[in-house]
Nanobody
């Protein structure tokens, strides 16, 4: 499975961005997909995740009610709609997929930079 992210950029605090992650290859092997982020000097964290079948979602507390993860199975694409962005959301955002073992993200995109100015 190959993953390609798009949609990052620079936005002012309070603004919105939508990230996209297009999956190709053996997409039938995907259990779930997630968006991670890593800010300078910080560990990578899982921001949101969605089951490929069923659509169950997960969010970390700091983005609940601001971010929405969704999927389009026909297009093999996952989205992360980010609203009310804060400077603390500044990070490189990575798309990842669980394909071999549920609970283990083993396929990764190249990352896209999101910068929120105050």
């Amino acid at each position: 499975v190959q993953l390609v992210e798009s949609g990052g950029g620079l936005v002012q605090a309070g603004g919105s961005l939508r990230l996209s992650c297009a999956a190709s290859g053996r997409t039938s092997s995907i259990y779930a997909m997630g968006w991670f982020r890593q800010a300078p000097g910080k560990e990578r964290e899982l921001v949101a995740a969605i089951r490929w079948n069923g659509g169950n979602t997960y969010y970390i507390d700091s983005v609940k009610d601001r971010f929405t993860i969704s999927r389009d199975n026909a297009e093999n694409t996952v989205y992360l709609q980010m609203n009310s962005l804060e400077p603390e959301d500044t990070a490189v955002y990575y798309c990842a997929a669980e394909t071999s073992t549920p609970g283990a993200y083993d396929q990764w995109g190249q990352g896209t930079q999101v910068t929120v100015s105050s």
